[in-house]
């Protein structure tokens, strides 16, 4: 398949699973409040599992195995590389285990210091426990996934593994709809999440399987392939899954304020959309094209073919980007005030979101500059340019969350606006190093294009102020505010893409081109890497 469309596959599963997952948000937010303890225990019990679904399942350990798989599956066959898969299984779902189990066990003691907020309130911080303890094993589940994710990959099926966070959001909307207790729908949602994690490991196992590819079962060994596949997944991991990182270091200052994780919960669900939509989905389809073409020695072909990518997600990421930083209160508040969420409680959120929605170009710039290096076997730079935005994103946000109070603001604007500032280092560190490198620099063609883009999304910005600024007359007049937000947002999008086509920032002749599936030669398939 061509780039676009293996995007577009991955996209539009993605989104499936997004929309599922705003049904559950509003769910969740009906029944336990914007900003009360019953949402904050949730986001609490949900950080680990969200953490790794992201940092595996969502890109970031599928993309450091895929080429080390690809290279196995194509020097050695595909014995050896089912092989070695399974034996990268066995150890790294030996360690998951572990580590699973010390956190459950643990979990009474680490919670008062993750919602210590809650600190004289037992029977919250109880509820919290017991929801991260059901939700932990999905950790298990998704070291299964993602390494299925990264066969299927390999070799070019992007559908099941893009498709598969569809069962998460079903399975913890069941309870969330069925269940009118507060605390036990509290409880099932968490537990609802381990049986979606099962449901998907299956899933994506069979996907596997239906391939030719077949797993066994190893005791765990620390042999060569399994040192040499975690020496490169590993610092991947880290590379690939920065912005979770940065998003885990959000949530953990956050503990000590009633109301701000849930704050933080519902804005993370809203810019991460972009991420999730079109960086991970152009990410995952970048590696194995980039393999071959560096295989090859093409630096031609993979300079076009990260122009493409450049492109393509700035294309899609800028006009979501201006609708966030200029209309949050709009978007919230249409969408999700309702039952126990308040329009104070989208007051709140959206002084949040709009700090974070600046650094949205960054998070998925980020997620088209790594795939160079992973497909390169460097996975060591991006982790130690993802370990210093992190640690930008720490210190930043620290100060500011105990500073920004001194000045009568919300302490959580300002891990926005740290988390934001780190996710730029680390775009302005990867992209500074494959320049100078001489592997691949934005050329002015793809500038130009950007620019045309930055003027069609400003147009739509102006447009989208003015309804933001007319939003109460605006939802009187088109009946619902529901109704306004999707007019608004509609025809928003229909002016861009009417300014982009104008301004040849997009053009029918490339759209077709990019959606025309290609015709691989015999064996290219799966490239050899480079040592």
């Not at 290279?71 to 590389?81: F, I, N, Y």
């Not at 340019?385 to 994103?393: E, L, M, S, Y």
């Amino acid at each position: 398949m061509s780039l676009a469309r293996n995007v577009f596959v991955q996209t539009f599963f993605t989104l499936g699973s997004k929309v599922l997952g705003f049904a559950r948000d509003l769910a969740l937010n009906y029944r336990f409040g914007g900003q009360g303890p019953f949402l904050d225990a949730w986001a609490t019990a949900q950080m680990m599992p969200n953490f790794f679904r992201r940092l595996f399942a969502e890109g970031a350990f599928a993309q450091a195995f895929v080429p080390v798989y690809g290279k196995t599956r194509t020097t050695e066959g595909d014995a050896a590389a089912a092989e070695m898969a399974s034996q990268v299984l066995a150890f790294v779902v030996a360690v998951v285990v572990g580590v699973s189990i010390i956190l459950e066990v643990a979990m009474p003691w680490l919670m008062p210091v993750l919602l210590s907020a809650y600190i004289h309130e037992p029977r919250t911080l109880a509820t919290a426990t017991l929801m991260a303890q059901l939700a932990m094993p999905y950790l298990i589940c998704m070291t299964l996934a993602s390494l299925f994710s990264g066969v299927l990959n390999t070799l070019g099926r992007f559908a099941l593994s893009a498709g598969a966070p569809i069962l998460l959001n079903i399975c913890t909307l069941v309870p969330l709809l069925l269940i009118t207790d507060r605390h036990m729908a509290a409880i099932g949602a968490a537990a609802a999440t381990t049986v979606s994690g099962v449901l998907q490991a299956i899933m994506l196992g069979w996907g596997v399987r239906r391939m030719g590819v077949k797993l066994k079962i190893h005791w765990p060994m620390v042999t060569k392939i399994v040192q040499r596949v975690v020496a490169l997944a590993i610092p991947g991991a880290i590379a690939g899954g920065s912005m979770q990182l940065n998003t885990l270091v959000s949530q953990m200052l956050s503990g000590s304020d009633a109301g701000a994780r849930a704050v933080l919960y519902n804005s993370d669900r809203l810019y991460q959309l972009p991420l999730s939509l079109i960086g991970v989905a152009v990410g995952l389809a970048l590696v194995p094209r980039l393999s071959i073409h560096f295989a090859k020695a093409d630096d031609a072909a993979a300079s076009q073919t990260m122009d493409d990518g450049v492109g393509l997600s700035m294309a899609f990421t800028l006009p979501g980007t201006i609708a966030l930083l200029v209309m949050p209160f709009f978007i919230i508040d249409a969408t999700v005030t309702r039952g126990h969420f308040t329009s104070a409680d989208a007051h709140r959120t959206a002084e949040v979101l709009r700090q974070f929605a600046w650094g949205v170009p960054a998070f998925v710039l980020a997620k088209v500059f790594t795939p160079p290096f992973f497909a390169r076997q460097r996975t060591k730079q991006p982790m130690q340019f993802a370990i210093t935005a992190v640690v930008v994103n720490t210190i930043l946000g620290a100060s500011l969350w105990f500073f920004l109070p001194t000045l009568g603001l919300d302490g959580t604007i300002g891990l926005g606006v740290a988390t934001s500032i780190g996710g730029w280092v680390n775009v302005a560190l990867l992209s500074g190093t494959l320049a100078r490198e001489g592997v691949y620099a934005v050329s002015a063609r793809a500038w130009g294009r950007i620019l045309r883009l930055c003027a069609a999304s400003a147009l739509m910005g102006v447009f989208l102020g003015v309804c933001a600024w007319q939003y109460p007359l605006l939802k009187e007049v088109l009946w619902r505010k529901e109704v306004a937000v999707l007019v608004v947002v509609l025809a928003g999008f229909l002016l861009y893409a009417a300014t982009a086509f104008a301004l040849r920032a997009v053009t029918v002749a490339e759209i077709r081109g990019a959606l025309r599936r290609e015709r691989a030669a015999p064996g290219a398939e799966i490239p050899q890497m480079p040592e």
